[in-house]
């Protein structure tokens, strides 16, 4: 069982940055594929960014292309989500999602587990 915990959400001026973190446990952290979604309030949970078991390969929606970036370190088991010129419409809850085997990144349901979620507010 891998157990995931998401850090440093909050809240935020428009144009402002947050990194967030995602710590994992209970399995080798560079046999897991990482992802992060995010759900507002309404709607459907949404893809954000994706990153492979290496760090080599990454992927990022187009709405948060150019302002976000994610990276690992195998070594710490963690991975982080730096996100630069925030907007409102990034406010959401942030997830952290993991999968051991290989799987359209882009799909929620293709994780295996899934962080509690952290609140990142960005105000206008």
Same mark, same amino acid.
């Given at each position: 069982q891998v157990q *995931? /915990?998401?850090?440093?959400?909050? *809240? /935020?001026q428009a144009g402002g940055s947050l990194r967030l973190s995602c710590a994992a446990s209970g399995r080798t952290f560079s046999n897991l594929f990482m992802g992060w979604f995010r759900q507002a309030p309404g709607k459907e949970r949404e893809f954000v960014a994706a990153i492979s078991w290496s760090g080599i390969s990454t992927y990022y929606a187009d709405s948060v292309k150019g302002r976000f970036t994610l990276?690992?370190?195998n070594a710490k088991s963690t991975v982080y989500l730096q996100m630069n010129s925030l907007?409102?419409?990034?406010? $959401?809850?942030y997830?952290? $999602? $993991?999968s051991g085997r290989y799987l359209d990144h882009l799909k929620a349901e293709e994780y295996d587990y899934w962080g509690q979620g952290t609140q990142v507010t960005v105000s206008s």
């Open positions: *995931l /915990v998401e850090s440093g959400g909050g *809240l /935020v990276s690992r370190d907007k409102p419409e990034d406010t $959401a809850v997830y952290c $999602a $993991a």
